[in-house]
């Protein structure tokens, strides 16, 4: 009867080693990667350019609004009613525009980001995805953002844990 417990016990411990040893996990720093990247470096001047771009009408806009709102005040006291309140409505509606651009060319910005990342996100993503499958990993972990980048199929047990806890 020892022996059979004995023989049991050591199955059961080879057993669980090797299913404990199938499970492979890594982790990569992605922000690191990108910035080794060669493509990186054209994608930030594209992404700098833009936004460039974005501050130089900005710029334009807000000179105009200057300009408007010093000859209103210089001029203020010589001008009708219907002028005056013509050129303050120009003033509020110039107000409205450039607060409006600001708001349109942050998302703007974060989307041409994105756009302009997407193609030299999914190269690395390939990368990462490659080398996994190559060399048998169940999981990958970056690291500089917290998430899994990279996992095998694995069994959801939001239900067991539902139950456990005695949630319907």
Do not use: W
Not at 5 to 28: E, P, R, V, W
Not at 60 to 84: C, D, I
């Amino acid at each position: 009867m020892k022996k059979i417990i004995l023989i049991l016990s050591i199955f059961s411990f080879i057993f669980s080693t090797n299913l404990f040893c199938q499970n492979k996990f890594g982790h990569i720093h992605s922000e690191k990667l990108l910035m080794l990247m060669p493509e990186t470096v054209e994608a930030e001047k594209k992404i700098q350019e833009f936004n460039k771009m974005l501050e130089e009408q900005l710029q334009t806009m807000f000179n105009e609004y200057q300009n408007k709102a010093g000859e209103f005040q210089a001029n203020e006291s010589l001008m009708t009613n219907v002028v005056r309140e013509t050129k303050l409505k120009e003033i509020q509606d110039l107000e409205v525009r450039i607060q409006e651009f600001q708001q349109t060319s942050q998302q703007s910005s974060q989307d041409k980001r994105t756009e302009i990342l997407a193609p030299i996100l999914e190269k690395a993503q390939n990368a990462i995805d490659q080398v996994a499958l190559e060399n048998n990993y169940t999981y990958i972990f970056d690291i500089a953002i917290g998430s899994i980048v990279y996992g095998k199929d694995s069994n959801d047990i939001t239900e067991l844990v539902k139950s456990k806890m005695g949630i319907q």
